[in-house]
């Protein structure tokens, strides 16, 4: 049996995006599937790996977690909005340069976890910042390369 789909309106990247979902429907799925943004990757499902990192309000949050009937009247911003036309966004930039990334699988999560972490604290100490990165998962990387390219950033970033 279908669950009756509720209509609302959500605001990605500064867009106005109209969806009609079930109440059931994840934040995730619901970016991914109605508004064919699927920079925004699964993993885990469950709150553990990071992947899904979007932010609402500027906060990083796990979409997976979140359902989009929670979202309306909130700023969701998702890995698409981070690049300006041709020219990439600082973070994004830092972890070309870096080698940040390999399989990129959780590189939308992290990229979105650094630039909220970024912009909140642009002075954040290292070990600060190593405890925030641990909140997302990678399996290629050994994680350096990740840390080494948020540094990049922190430097580009600061007003
Ligand atoms: S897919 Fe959301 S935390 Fe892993
Ligand atoms: S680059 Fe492959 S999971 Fe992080």
């Given at each position: ?21 079930e109440p059931r ?90 630039t909220s972490v ?42």
């Open positions: 049996m279908n669950a009756e789909r509720v209509e609302l309106t959500l605001t990605v990247n500064g867009e106005p995006r109209a969806v009609a979902v429907k994840t934040l995730a799925d619901t970016l991914r599937e109605d508004c064919g943004l699927t920079g925004t990757h699964l993993g885990c499902e469950h709150g553990v790996c990071g992947a899904c990192t979007v932010l609402v309000d500027d906060e990083p949050v796990r979409s997976c977690l979140m359902f989009a009937v929670q979202c309306s009247g909130v700023e969701i911003r998702t890995v698409e909005g981070l690049a300006d036309g041709d020219r990439l966004h600082p973070i994004q930039q830092a972890f070309w340069e870096h080698h940040g990334l390999q399989c990129g699988f959780c590189t939308p999560g992290f990229l979105m976890l650094a970024l912009e909140a604290r642009p002075d954040i100490g290292d070990e600060e910042l190593r405890e925030v990165l641990a909140s997302n998962l990678c399996r290629c990387t050994g994680y350096q390369n990740i840390i080494t390219s948020v540094h990049a950033a922190r430097d580009q970033m600061r007003p």
